[in-house]
């Protein structure tokens, strides 16, 4: 098995992306189990990816919150090409299955659906009050366990505003969570973490994406020429949490709600209780081969073509 530093021992790898891949480890110093995120060579283009990941990562690492899997270390491994180091990040290791495993099943009950939304509402209220935004909200980066919701991945974050750091015509993330600004090109900003929330809580009441569409390149082309859409009737639902989540699908940012309202009204419909920081929300300076499904747009993050590029006109 592969050691890392000689402390963090591979054992399982438990997830691959388009430009990272996670291992369940151990570590042999501390002895104890932890996941490890093993980025791509190469994974941002030419800008530098080992000190911007490691900058990320001290950020993510001053991140505490219940519902947030935290980040314990950063460091460098060899690489199978000559002289390059590749960056991987130590996280907690959240036990349970990922939500994108229990939709696989159909739509939730819509009172743990809204749960849920709420504890990640919650994890990303304490990450935009410390000028975090996670740029990956889905599925499959919300683990399910028996002490509640952990959001994974928040060791590749990116400060408020920071500029992606990617080919002309580039963009990071999984195209079904992408706020419409970031498909033209506007840096991430918490508004596009709430856009992902909204489209968290559609799947999750629903069991489908409020898009149609059959490849990926079908997706982006509909999501440029089509408002998402409504939430159906679904039976004891109150209005307030379909509302809100049109509120998040805005395409205006200004017009969805902060994760701080989004988590508390959230927990409020299903009598939960969440632990959101009371502080006002500050933005810091930047510092697959099968076919195209609902479930694979859920999971895949990539670098995505932006269709016909960027268009800082507007969408339409």
């Known amino acids: 098995m592969r050691t890392l530093d000689g402390r963090y021992q591979l054992e399982q790898r438990i997830g691959v992306g388009g430009m990272s891949e996670v ?10 189990p932890v996941a490890v995120k093993l980025i791509s060579p190469g994974a941002d283009g030419q800008h530098g990816p080992v000190e911007r990941i490691r900058a990320e990562a001290r950020s993510a690492a001053r991140l505490v919150h219940p519902n947030v ?12 090409l000559p002289g390059r180091r590749v960056p991987y990040i130590v996280m907690e290791l959240a036990e349970g299955e990922t939500l994108a495993a229990h939709l696989r099943s159909g739509p939730l009950d819509w009172r743990i659906s809204v749960r849920v939304c ?21 599925p499959a980066n919300v683990m399910l366990t028996p002490s509640g919701v952990k959001v994974l991945d928040f060791g590749i974050a990116t400060p408020t505003g920071a500029s992606e750091p990617m080919p002309d015509g580039m963009l990071v993330g999984t195209p079904a969570y992408l706020a419409p600004e970031q498909l033209d090109g506007a840096p991430a ?7 992902a929330l909204g489209v968290l809580l559609y799947y ?5 994406l409020p898009y149609r569409a059959d490849t990926a390149a079908e997706l982006l082309g509909v999501r ?8 159906p009737e679904i039976d004891g639902l109150p209005p307030e949490v379909a509302e809100l ?27 939960a209780r969440v632990y959101v920081p ?26 995505v073509p932006m269709a016909d590029g960027p268009n800082p006109s507007g969408r339409r």
């Open 23 to 32: 291992w369940q480890a151990h570590d042999q110093v501390l002895d104890r």
């Open 69 to 80: 899997a935290s980040v314990h270390d950063f460091g460098t491994s060899s690489s199978t």
């Open 118 to 138: 709420a504890e990640v509402g919650a994890a990303l209220a304490a990450a935009h009050a410390n000028g975090i935004v996670h740029r990956d909200v889905k």
């Open 189 to 195: 900003t918490p508004a596009a973490d709430m856009y």
């Open 204 to 208: 999750s009441l629903t069991g489908r």
């Open 224 to 231: 440029r020429r089509q408002a998402p859409d409504r939430l």
């Open 245 to 271: 989540c049109h509120s998040c699908l805005a395409e205006d940012p200004a017009r969805r709600p902060t994760s701080l309202v989004a988590a508390l009204q959230l927990a409020e419909a299903v009598d």
């Open 278 to 303: 009371m502080l006002i929300p500050t933005a810091r300076r930047p510092a697959p081969t099968s076919p195209w499904t609902e479930q694979a747009a859920m999971e895949a993050t990539e670098a």
